[in-house]
T-cell receptor, first 111, second 111 residues
Framework: AQSVTQLGSHVSVSEGALVLLRCNYSSSVPPYLFWYVQYPNQGLQLLLKYTSAATLVKGINGFEAEFKKSETSFHLTKPSAHMSDAAEYFC?????????FGQGTTLQVKP | NAGVTQTPKFQVLKTGQSMTLQCAQD?????MSWYRQDPGMGLRLIHY???????DQGEVPNGYNVSRSTTEDFPLRLLSAAPSQTSVYFC??????????FGPGTRLTVL
């Protein structure tokens, strides 16, 4: 069975600072991993996905994530936070028919 | 393409009532899923389908039924509504290992 754990339900950074949102997964077979973003009162939008082609994945809006098999992690980073990055971020994993989401991390960006 | 459509957008039920949330997609996706989103809980998978005639349980299936008679439609039935089912419900579709597309959501309140 697969599962996802997002460490930290709330993360607060200053504008211009590094963003690091943590995601660890559990899977008995090679996983496919995703990061989604949800802005207030909106639906979910795909940021990026890992499908085994490359361990460092670049997504939209300057975000990227690195797949580390040894650490079973897929952390999301952005070098410099912008006020518009304030949202809820979800990590997700699939190996079969199920796409399972983590609990989400709310990113607050302070001016 | 309309993408993933859901109806209704809002619904208020009394305890014990039944209803069906409708979901349709026009992208010819094989995989369809229903999630509920609750504060601090992320998105939890209710039921999913990997093709017409094939459905399976997700993380929180109790109190819900689904069927998939066509590729396009994937209705979710609440058999006897309970206050614990107050939530925002999202329908989603995808091709295997690819981006999942979400509907706009249904906000359900059970009194």
């Amino acid at each position: 069975a697969q599962s996802v754990t997002q460490l930290g339900s709330h993360v607060s950074v200053s504008e211009g600072a590094l963003v690091l949102l943590r995601c660890n997964y559990s899977s008995s077979v090679p996983p496919y991993l995703f990061w989604y973003v949800q802005y207030p009162n909106q639906g979910l939008q795909l940021l990026l996905k890992y499908t085994s082609a490359a361990t460092l994945v670049k997504g939209i809006n300057g975000f990227e994530a690195e797949f580390k098999k040894s650490e079973t992690s897929f952390h999301l980073t952005k070098p410099s936070a912008h006020m518009s990055d304030a949202a809820e971020y979800f990590c997700a994993v699939t190996t079969t028919g199920k796409l399972i989401f983590g609990q989400g991390t709310t990113l607050q960006v302070k001016p | 393409n309309a993408g993933v459509t859901q109806t209704p957008k809002f619904q208020v039920l009394k305890t014990g009532q039944s209803m069906t949330l409708q979901c349709a997609q026009d992208m010819n996706h094989e995989y369809m899923s229903w999630y509920r989103q609750d504060p601090g809980m992320g998105l939890r998978l209710i039921h999913y389908s990997v093709g017409a005639g094939i459905t399976d349980q997700g993380e929180v299936p109790n109190g819900y039924n689904v069927s998939r008679s066509t590729t396009e439609d994937f209705p979710l039935r609440l058999l006897s509504a309970a206050p614990s089912q107050t939530s925002v419900y999202f329908c989603a579709s995808r091709q295997q290992y690819n981006e999942q597309f979400f509907g706009p959501g249904t906000r359900l309140t059970v009194l």
